[in-house]
C-alpha cells in the first residue's frame, strides 16, 4: 500500500514570514503537537515546528527561528512501510508528504497506519514496549514538569502517587493547553549623538524612546496533580496489541501506561512503538 491511500489531506499549516503567537494560536486551535511550515504564498515546505520547539525557544518571536529546517519527509508514491520506519526510527508523530514537485500534499502519523489496521497479528507488547519511561511525582510543579518534557523529549510522563502507583498522566498537549502567552512592552532608552553632534540642540541630547512587544510562553505554578488526566487508559503486558491500537483511536491518545496488577507502572507505549509491528 503507498502513501497516498493512507496519508491525511485536512492540512494544518503555518506560514514564514510569521510569528510564534501565529504557530501558538494554529497548534492550538487544531489540538496538533507540529505542522509543517510552508513559504508563504506556496506549497513548498521550508521546515516543520512542534509544540515543543516553541516550548524551548519561548524567548524567541519569529517561526523561521524556531522551526527545525532539517526535516523528514516523504514522497506520496512511496510504500507504507517506508513511512512507518522514518516515524520510528525518528521518533515523529508526523511526517509531510510531497509530490514530485516538491509541494505539500498531505500529512501521514503513526494514527493513519494504525487505522488501517496494518498490524502482524503475532505481535505483542513484550516485543516492543519500553521500560525507559520518566516518571514524576504527583506534586510536582508543571514548569519543572515542562522542564522534564524538554530535557528528554517525551511527549507523556506517567504521575505517581505517595504509594509509587500510577495516578494519572501528563502529555505536551496537556500543557500547552494550559500555557499562556505573557505579552509586555519594554522601553529601551537610546541617547543619540554627542555633544559635538551637529543634531543637538543647546547642548542636550535627543532620547528616543523604543517600544517594543516581547513574548514568552508561561505556565502556572501549580503542581501537576492538579491538572493531570486521571481517568488513565492503561493496558498491561498481555492486552492483545490490537486491543491497544483501537484503545489509542477511540480515545485520541497517542500514549497508554503498561501497569501490573498492583497499578505499578511497568512501561509506556506509544503509536509510534506500534510501528514496530508493521514489519
Known amino acids: 500500500m503507498i502513501i497516498e491511500d493512507v496519508m491525511s489531506t ?12 501565529d504557530a501558538l494560536d494554529i497548534l492550538a486551535k487544531n489540538n496538533v503537537s507540529g505542522m509543517p511550515i510552508l513559504k508563504k504564498d506556496t506549497k513548498n515546505v521550508v521546515g516543520v515546528i512542534t509544540r515543543t520547539d516553541i516550548f524551548k525557544n519561548s524567548d524567541e518571536d ?27 526510527e525518528n521518533r515523529i508523530h508526523g511526517l509531510p508528504v510531497i509530490n514530485n514537485k516538491k509541494n505539500l500534499v498531505g500529512i501521514i502519523s503513526p494514527k493513519d497506519i494504525i487505522k488501517k489496521m496494518l498490524l502482524k497479528n503475532n505481535c505483542t507488547i513484550n516485543d516492543f514496549f519500553s521500560n525507559l519511561v520518566v516518571p514524576i511525582y504527583e506534586n510536582t510543579p508543571i514548569n519543572i514538569v515542562m522542564e522534564i518534557i524538554n530535557i528528554t523529549n517525551e511527549n507523556a510522563l506517567p504521575i505517581l502517587n505517595d504509594k509509587l502507583q500510577l495516578t494519572g498522566i501528563i502529555s505536551d498537549g496537556d500543557l500547552f493547553k ?13 541617547g543619540l549623538g554627542s555633544d559635538e553632534d551637529q543634531w543637538t540642540w543647546e547642548g542636550i541630547r535627543d532620547t528616543v524612546r523604543l517600544y517594543y512587544s516581547t513574548t514568552q510562553v508561561t505556565l502556572p505554578f501549580v503542581p501537576v496533580k492538579e491538572v493531570m488526566i486521571r481517568n488513565v487508559k492503561k493496558v498491561s503486558k498481555n492486552t492483545p496489541v490490537s486491543d491497544v491500537a ?30 514496530s509491528c508493521m514489519f
Open 10 to 21: 485536512d492540512l494544518i499549516v503555518g506560514y514564514v514570514p510569521g510569528s510564534i503567537k
Open 62 to 88: 519569529q517561526i523561521a527561528l524556531v522551526m527545525n529546517e532539517d526535516f523528514h519527509y516523504i514522497k506520496k508514491d512511496q510504500d507504507i512501510i517506508d513511512a512507518a520506519k522514518l516515524l520510528l
Open 178 to 190: 494550559l500555557s499562556t502567552i505573557q505579552e509586555g512592552i519594554e522601553r529601551s532608552d537610546l
Open 246 to 275: 483501537n484503545m489509542m483511536i477511540k480515545n485520541d491518545i497517542s500514549h497508554i501506561p503498561i501497569v501490573n496488577a498492583d497499578d505499578r507502572l511497568v512501561g509506556m507505549v506509544s503509536d509510534i512503538d506500534l510501528m
